[in-house]
């Protein structure tokens, strides 16, 4: 017997809500800028935002985006019936904004200096999602 083993299970993954307009719309090129300010809970904005700060080196940007996008998605994630812990998994498209903002959080953060903001993001990331994790490089 693995005395380690959870014994009440994992809680059910949780699957955020598809967005098909907010996603049609980025994947047809529109500026991310333009795409948060018509759906601003739209998490894959904020995330291509933040990417998009952080590999022009604006790495208070890329935080204040993923932050805004981690926050978002906390809400979605909550009315969906996540609880503060389980799995999110990076096969459900819709979960990807929030596994992105959560990845670049934790990059941000390591750029600005916030190293144990940066663990926590990863760990947070690894935990959610192992496959995000891997996906992401983190």
């Known amino acids: 017997m693995d005395l380690q083993q ?4 994992e809680p ?6 598809d967005e098909p307009e907010a996603a049609e719309a980025l994947a047809e090129g529109t500026d991310p800028t333009d795409v948060a300010a018509r759906f601003p809970a ?4 904020w995330a291509a935002l933040a990417e998009r700060a952080f590999e022009a080196g ?3 940007a ?3 985006y993923a932050r805004t996008g981690y926050h978002r998605s906390l809400d979605q994630l909550r009315r969906a019936g996540w609880k503060g812990h389980g799995p999110v998994p ?9 596994l992105r903002s959560l990845a670049m959080l934790a990059a941000a953060a390591d750029a600005i200096g916030e190293s144990d903001e940066a663990e926590r993001c990863s760990t947070f990331l690894r935990d959610s999602s192992p496959t995000a994790a891997q996906e992401l490089g983190v």
């Open 12 to 17: 059910p993954a949780t699957h955020l809500p």
């Open 58 to 60: 604006e790495d208070v």
């Open 90 to 98: 990076w096969e459900h498209e819709p979960n990807r904004g929030f």
């Open 42 to 45: 739209y998490s894959a904005a």
């Open 6 to 9: 959870n014994l009440l299970g």
């Open 62 to 64: 890329a935080y204040a």
